[in-house]
Structure formats: C-alpha cells, structure tokens
C-alpha cells in the first residue's frame, strides 16, 4: 500500500473496523480537491459518507429535501475546514436533478464521483401498500437513482471519466416480506446498473459504474418509514453502524470494482438465494416478519417521510446505536464468486476421486 493507504488501514485498526482491501496494482482514485455528490446526504448513510469524504478533502454537493438539515450539515463541514454546496431537491424530479447538476458543475467544477443514496420505504404487506405508496417508493428509490445517473452522464460522458456508485441493498437480491416496494426498487436499480455497464463498456468508456450492496444499518429510516404494520418497525439483524459502511463506500468509490456486497449477511443472503430460494422463502416468512418489528405500538400520530421531510431527526444514527456493530466485512463480488467456483471445483474432485477410489477398490476386490 502507498503511505497515506498504510495510515488508513491503521486508523481502521484503532478503530476496530474493518475496510474492503485495494490491492496495491490497481490505480487507487484520491478524491481531495475533487467534487462528489450524495443524493439522500442529510441523515444516515449519506451523511455519514458526506463527513467521511469532507476528511478526504472533496468538494461536497449534498441533495435531500430538508433544506435546513442540510445547511446545518453544510455549516459542520466547513467548520472542519471542508467544502459544501447544498441543494435542497427531490430526486425524483428528474428536472431538479439535472439543474442541481449543472449548478455544482458551474459552482464547485467537473463532478468526478456521483453516489445514488436516496431512499423511501414503507413496512407494510402488499395487499395494504396503496398504489401512490408503492409509486413514492419506486420514484425515489428506483428513479432517484436513475435520474442521478443520468445527470451525472450528461456531465461525464464528455470528459470520459467519474464514477457512478449506486448504494445497494442485500434486498436487491433477496426479497423478504414487508418492504416489496423497496426490494423491488432495488432489484430495479442492479438491472438498470448492469444494463448502464454493458453500454460504457461497448462504448470503450473510462467511466465507472459500481454498486455497493449493504446490510441493514442503524440509520433514522426506521424511526421515520412509513409503515402499516401497527408496530414500530426496525432493522433485520445484525445492523451496522453507518460510519463502517461509510468506511467501506469511501473505499468501493476509491477501486470502483463492478460490485461490493458488505457484511457476512449480505454475502449469506445473496449466496443461500442462489443455492437455496425456496429454504430461504420458508425462513424469512417466519423470521422476517418479527425481524422487522419492534414491541412498541406505532402512534397514530407518528410522522414519516414517505411524501415529507421528517423535521428533528435528520443525525447519522437511527434508535439500534446499542446493538450495531461497529466491524464490517466487505466482499468483493468477483473475488467472491472465484472463491465459490473454486470450492465447489475441489469439492466435485474430490466426490470424484472418492467414487473412483471405491470402484477401483470394488474391482480389485
């Protein structure tokens, strides 16, 4: 690794968390002087990668509604000496996207690194879920994403370079029950991202499309989804603290491989739904249900974000700061699928040199 590398890792250590490796001969992005932009920046993830870019030195655009949560988040970044431009605009106003890029273009210049974090969801069963809730889900989770996308091509593409990373989910491979709208948001966005990747790649372009799929996190979703389940809802565990998988994003932006799955229960959900769908049905119909659910009652009163800014709880940590893990493992996906072929062929050798062995024995005998 190459020195300022070698101070991370350490400062990783310290901190008890664990990052996703770079190898060392792959050409390693700095982003200090550079523009990034986070879509969903005001709380949770986004914020909590907008602080960690801000110690890289980029240049911040930060989009989410809730104009006064974001200056307030402007305003703690150029405390620390850092750069910031915010913009209050919903992604799925693909109007407001694209004017919000060209204004961080013309304020804070070329924009090298765009991160699609906006999200909605609602916990709900389907059959409760109205169709103007399903939509709300699918605009900003689903379409956000794309017209960020596509906002940052139209600036990009000219240049012929920047990276695209889309925050993922394990849901956008495993479906589970109470959150259809959101998982299907998010197989929407790997398909829409692998089609995206097969047209730069064709078109011989230097611009990079990466998705990093995460775990649950304890971030305010939980606090502010809408939901129709009669409880207060909550993240499937294991959950995360969001400043380890800010960690691992910074990294994934920096070596932006084709995919990152974070955390050995993205890598369990994804592989046993590839091996064993219809064990996993079975499992998640039991366990996903109270996995996703708190003892306390929802108010009738309580506020979501569905079509609104929530006001008060735009903060990095959601009510799970006690149980969330602060060690992450990070996966790449390509080294990932390499260490499955190659166990699975060492296994059929030796099914195979064990049936051979038995035959052998059967006609010496």
Not at 128 to 145: D, K, M, N, Q
Request: proline fraction near 5%; charged fraction near 25%; glycine fraction near 8%.
């Amino acid at each position: 690794l190459v020195p300022v590398e070698v101070a991370r890792e350490k400062r990783a250590r310290r901190t008890g968390g664990l990052v996703l490796p770079i190898p060392t001969w792959r050409r390693q992005i700095e982003f200090r002087g550079k523009t990034a932009v986070i879509t969903g920046a005001s709380a949770g993830v986004g914020r909590a990668v907008a602080l960690r870019l801000a110690r890289e030195g980029a240049k911040l655009a930060l989009i989410a509604r809730d104009k006064p949560a974001l200056s307030q988040l402007k305003a703690e970044i150029e405390g620390k000496g850092g750069e910031a431009l915010a913009i209050a605009a919903d992604v799925s106003d693909a109007a407001k996207v694209v004017a919000a890029a060209d204004e961080i273009e013309s304020t804070l210049g070329p924009i090298e690194l765009w991160i699609n974090n906006a999200m909605a969801t609602v916990f709900s069963p389907v059959e409760e879920i109205s169709p103007a809730e399903f939509r709300r889900v699918t605009e900003v989770t689903y379409l956000g994403s794309v017209h960020g996308t596509m906002a940052a091509l139209r600036h990009m593409k000219p240049r012929n370079r920047g990276t695209i990373l889309q925050i993922g989910s394990a849901l956008a491979y495993r479906g589970i029950p109470l959150q259809a709208a959101y998982c299907g948001a998010k197989h929407a966005l790997r398909g829409f991202s692998e089609s995206l990747r097969t047209e730069l790649i064709h078109d011989h372009s230097d611009i990079r499309v990466t998705i990093v799929e995460l775990p649950a996190v304890d971030t305010p979703q939980f606090d502010w989804a809408r939901t129709h389940t009669g409880r207060e809802p909550r993240p499937m565990a294991p959950v995360f603290q969001p400043e380890i998988v800010a960690e691992n994003v910074i990294r994934a932006a920096r070596d932006p491989a084709r995919e990152y799955w974070l955390g050995l229960s993205t890598l369990f959900a994804i592989i046993g739904n590839m091996f064993a769908p219809g064990l996993l049905d079975r499992y998640l119909a039991s366990a996903a249900y109270k996995g996703q659910v708190r003892r306390t009652k929802a108010s009738s009163a309580r506020d979501d974000n569905l079509f609104r800014p929530v006001k008060g709880l735009h903060k990095t940590h959601g009510s799970f700061t006690a149980e969330a893990h602060g060690r992450l493992a990070g996966f790449s996906t390509a080294r990932t699928r390499l260490g499955i072929f190659t166990a699975a062929t060492v296994l059929l050798l030796m099914i195979g040199y064990g049936f051979g062995s038995r035959k052998r024995t059967a006609h010496g005998n």
